[in-house]
T-cell receptor, first 117, second 108 residues
Framework: ETGVTQTPRHLVMGMTNKKSLKCEQHLGHNAMYWYKQSAKKPLELMFV???????ENNSVPSRFSPECPNSSHLFLHLHTLQPEDSALYLC????????????????FGPGTRLTVL | GENVEQHPSTLSVQEGDSAVIKCTYSDSASNYFPWYKQELGKGPQLIID?????GEKKDQRIAVTLNKTAKHFSLHITETQPEDSAVYFCAASDGLVFGAGTILRVKS
């Protein structure tokens, strides 16, 4: 166990559905991340929160909406997704947020396998 | 944007042999270079990392080398074992930009 949990582990949804992914970290970290992992592609950073404030958004479509109510919880709200959004969505946390002199170990959850029909 | 190239995409070795995975990066301001191992059904897990003020770091059978001038770094696994079979990812740019991964298969 890495100290980062994600629910649900699997999710199948239609293009008109609205669903949410949940992530919780039990490590006392200050930063949390959402990544998208597609087959044969690099992990794609989607969102970064540091001390509950969004610090990075890598031009993600608005059909993905993150929420970080406190330093231990992170959500990814999904609506009107496309089939190409099917992927493994990974949540991670780290002690400190990203910065030019920083860089620290990220602890990943097991991911949510999302299928959009 | 910044990118990281990782090679090879797949690597098969015989148990006991060494494995080497290489990455090159574009962000000259990168100072932190982690390597992650991902097993089936799990998220990536850090196995070793190196910062730009160090050229080499070793932890038992695993070592990482960094050449900042050439902007490349490598993972070296010696005396490979079947349990080393997994997908390995490198990262740069404060550990936020990842390579595409290397599937390592260790044949016993």
């Amino acid at each position: 166990e890495t100290g980062v949990t994600q629910t649900p582990r699997h999710l199948v949804m239609g293009m008109t559905n609205k669903k949410s992914l949940k992530c919780e970290q039990h490590l006392g970290h200050n930063a949390m991340y959402w990544y998208k992992q597609s087959a044969k592609k690099p992990l794609e950073l989607m969102f970064v929160y540091s001390l509950e404030e969004r610090v990075e958004n890598n031009s993600v479509p608005s059909r993905f909406s993150p929420e970080c109510p406190n330093s231990s919880h992170l959500f990814l709200h999904l609506h009107t997704l496309q089939p190409e959004d099917s992927a493994l969505y990974l949540c991670a946390s780290s002690q400190d947020g990203p910065g030019r002199l920083a860089g620290n170990e990220q602890f990943f959850g097991p991911g949510t396998r999302l299928t959009v029909l | 944007g910044e990118n990281v190239e990782q090679h090879p995409s797949t690597l098969s070795v015989q148990e006991g042999d060494s494995a080497v995975i290489k990455c090159t990066y574009s962000d000259s301001a990168s100072n932190y270079f982690p390597w992650y191992k991902q097993e089936l059904g799990k998220g990536p897990q850090l196995i070793i990392d190196i910062r730009s003020n160090v050229g080499e770091k070793k932890d038992q059978r695993i070592a990482v080398t960094l050449n900042k001038t050439a902007k490349h770094f490598s993972l070296h696994i010696t005396e490979t074992q079947p349990e080393d079979s997994a997908v390995y990812f490198c990262a740069a740019s404060d550990g936020l930009v990842f390579g595409a991964g290397t599937i390592l298969r260790v044949k016993s």
